[in-house]
């Protein structure tokens, strides 16, 4: 099916369709999570020999295992002889993985080491060869991504240069992240819906989550005074949207406020102003502030608050979201737990920010089972034709503000050329000449306006 009918980039218009279509979630199984490379795990979840997490590729269970020698594997965990979940736990540590249906048992690196009975009735070479199918990993900074596809390019070529802005989030203290909190739940809508938000809508803001902006207000002294000076800072920035939106060609995107994200917590507020410098010692200044919502194509997300978060696709009519809260090591013990609280209270599932998205969400599923709803074309085209390459400091494109859509067209972009099917070299391919002809367009010196026609 091709999905290029529904979106057209240039244009910035996108028809419902790819957000209710059965037949289309089919295909982004195969050729979008199948092909693509997914968070699996961190580091600091498997500390120990035998440590594991279940997590998913698409729909797929993946188990990702520490083997004894400290690297890591990850098998679909599938059971091979009649397809029962192998390890039914989501976390834990094992010695081996024993199949409650007839008790197949497999060791850590998904070798079948012991099966019931199986010198009398399987061939020993057979046996030999029988073993969980196994996942392709990389390793950046502590987090682990996957992928099934062997010809999938080499996981820094696919950051690129998002991988300045990924580092913003997830190295700006010396001793990297621990987690600290969990949650996880579903939301009646389609995937794309929460994906395209952090590359993209920043815009939403102001309106979706203005009473809980409110509400996270610190409370003032007495009815007449004002809240603090600094809390007032925090919601100046939604006042002058002031920022910029990067967009990566294979799909990922962020964006933020100049002057910073708005933060409501006075803990976590103060430790951020006091630690500035040292992270502007360590990322560069730009750094600082290049920190607001963030998303790795297709379906990892990151928030200036410490939240990182998969959302697994679950049919084209729901998405069920994992958000883990992760904190720098190098924070003090108040800090830490103030972070977990804020992932509490703004986007768990009883979070005021996460209620606020998904009502949204769930709207805007729910009318796209009319038929008229699908057909009109939505519109992303905020700051159309304003991107620029390697401006303000910033590697790749951007374009200079916050509240823009070259996020999400550049989400569909690459949502078009994956589920195309095309062999990932030829994507690869594809995208440099794209990239090529867009940066010497932008680098042409503008006409002067005598000339204008
Ligand atoms: S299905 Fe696992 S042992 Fe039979
Ligand atoms: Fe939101």
Known sequence: MDVSQWIDPDRGLIRGEIFHSQEVYAQELEQVFARSWIFLAHDAMLPQPGDFIQNYIGEDPV???????????????????RGMRLC???T????????????WNYGLDGRVINIPHGEEIYDAKDREQFRATEVRLANYKGFIFGTWDTTAPEFEEYLGDFAWYFDAYIDRYEGGLEIVGLHKWVIPANWKFNAEQPTS???????????AFQVMMPTPVDANSPPPDWAMKQLGQLASPAGFQFVSPYGHGT???????????ETIYRWQEATKDQVAARLGPQRVTAHGHANIFPNFMMLSNYTFRV????????????AWSMAPVAAPAEVKEAIRLDLLRTFSPAGMFEQDDAVNWEEEQRILRGYMARK????????LGRARYDADG???RTVPHVYAEEGARGMYRHYIDIMSGAPWPDLARLKQRREDGERSATAAPAKPDSFAA
Request: proline content about 8%; hydrophobic content about 35%; glycine content about 12%.
């Open 88 to 90: 039914r736990a989501d």
């Open 92 to 103: 834990g540590n094992a010695r081996n993985f024993m199949c409650s249906f007839h008790g």
């Open 394 to 396: 910033l590697p790749g």
């Open 201 to 211: 809508d920043m815009y939403h803001g102001e309106v979706t989550h203005a009473s």
């Open 376 to 383: 009109v074309p939505l519109i992303y085209k905020q700051m």
């Open 311 to 322: 959302t697994h696709p679950r049919g084209p009519n729901e998405m069920e979201i994992w």
């Open 63 to 81: 188990l990702v295992v520490r083997q004894p020698d400290g690297t890591v594997k990850a098998f679909l965990n599938q059971c091979r002889h």
């Open 255 to 265: 964006g933020w406020f100049a002057g910073g994200m708005p933060v409501m917590n």
